[in-house]
Structure formats: structure tokens, C-alpha cells
């Protein structure tokens, strides 16, 4: 793929903040700091705008909780279209860690995220929304 130079002027004590920063993630040019940025901006937009999306859905639950896994499983069957893999991890013996790779519109993503995070017991729900990629250099 080819790259493009361009330039760009800033003010100092940010560019020191910004350079501060990456050094700290160890990043190692601003160019690919500057490109994780726009590629973070244009995955905002793929989810604003309605694009097919990917992610995944984080869920912390207590498994002795009555039913919990039978209702977070026929949910799950209710999107079974948009709903691509999922993994269910023992963190210890009271607590599991589930993650549900989803793709999809993202308003049908964000409602599967709604309905996974009303079920009663669940300790915590989140969205890791990326890209398909399709669109991102």
C-alpha cells in the first residue's frame, strides 16, 4: 500500500503531551500513532452511521445465579444471525467471563449488546466495537 506524506502544524505543548504519550505506549512513530487515530475516528463513524460492524460483547456473571446461563443463552440464539462465536471462560468457581463475537448493523449489534446487558444478575456487560476491516487501510 502506498503512503502519503503530508504535513502538519500544532502547537508545541501539545505535540510534547502527544509525543509523552506514545512514548509511554510505546508506539514507535507518530506516523502510526497519527494513523491509529484516524482509523479509531473512522470506526466511530462505521458504528454512527449505521455500517456493518464487528465486536465483541464482554459479559461477567455469576453462574450459580438462577437461570442466568439458560437466559443469556436463548438470547443468544435470538440473534444467532449476527452472533458469529462465542466463549465461555471459568474465572473461578462462582464467576464466568463470556465473550460474543458479533457482525452486524450496528443498531442490531448495540441491541444485542441492550438485551444481553438487561439480564438480571449479571455483574457487567461491554462493547468492544471495531471494523470489518473492509474499509480500514
Same mark, same amino acid.
Given at each position: 500500500?502506498?503512503?502519503? &506524506?503530508?504535513?502538519?502544524? @500544532?502547537?508545541?505543548?501539545?505535540?510534547?503531551?502527544?509525543?509523552? $504519550?506514545?512514548?509511554?505506549?510505546?508506539?514507535?512513530?507518530?506516523?502510526?500513532?497519527?494513523?491509529?487515530?484516524? &482509523?479509531?475516528?473512522? @470506526?466511530?463513524?462505521?458504528? $454512527?452511521?449505521?455500517?456493518?460492524?464487528?465486536?465483541?460483547?464482554?459479559?461477567?456473571? *455469576?453462574?450459580?445465579?438462577?437461570?442466568?446461563?439458560?437466559? +443469556?443463552? *436463548?438470547? /443468544?440464539? *435470538?440473534?444467532?444471525?449476527?452472533?458469529?462465536?462465542? /466463549?465461555?471462560?471459568?474465572?473461578?468457581?462462582?464467576?464466568?467471563?463470556? +465473550?460474543?463475537?458479533?457482525?452486524?448493523?450496528?443498531?442490531?449489534?448495540?441491541?444485542?449488546?441492550?438485551?444481553?446487558?438487561?439480564?438480571?444478575?449479571?455483574?457487567?456487560?461491554?462493547?468492544?466495537?471495531?471494523?470489518?476491516?473492509?474499509?480500514?487501510?
Amino acid at each position: 500500500m502506498p503512503l502519503t &506524506r503530508f504535513s502538519i502544524s @500544532v502547537d508545541s505543548k501539545l505535540i510534547e503531551r502527544f509525543d509523552t $504519550k506514545i512514548k509511554t505506549e510505546k508506539c514507535p512513530t507518530r506516523s502510526k500513532a497519527i494513523g491509529d487515530l484516524i &482509523r479509531a475516528s473512522l @470506526v466511530k463513524d462505521e458504528w $454512527k452511521y449505521g455500517e456493518e460492524v464487528a465486536g465483541a460483547i464482554v459479559l461477567l456473571y *455469576d453462574h450459580h445465579k438462577r437461570n442466568i446461563v439458560e437466559k +443469556i443463552t *436463548d438470547l /443468544q440464539h *435470538d440473534y444467532n444471525d449476527n452472533i458469529i462465536s462465542t /466463549q465461555h471462560i471459568h474465572l473461578d468457581h462462582d464467576n464466568c467471563l463470556e +465473550i460474543v463475537a458479533v457482525k452486524g448493523k450496528a443498531n442490531r449489534i448495540k441491541e444485542i449488546e441492550s438485551v444481553l446487558k438487561s439480564v438480571k444478575g449479571l455483574k457487567h456487560c461491554s462493547l468492544a466495537a471495531t471494523s470489518t476491516g473492509k474499509e480500514l487501510a
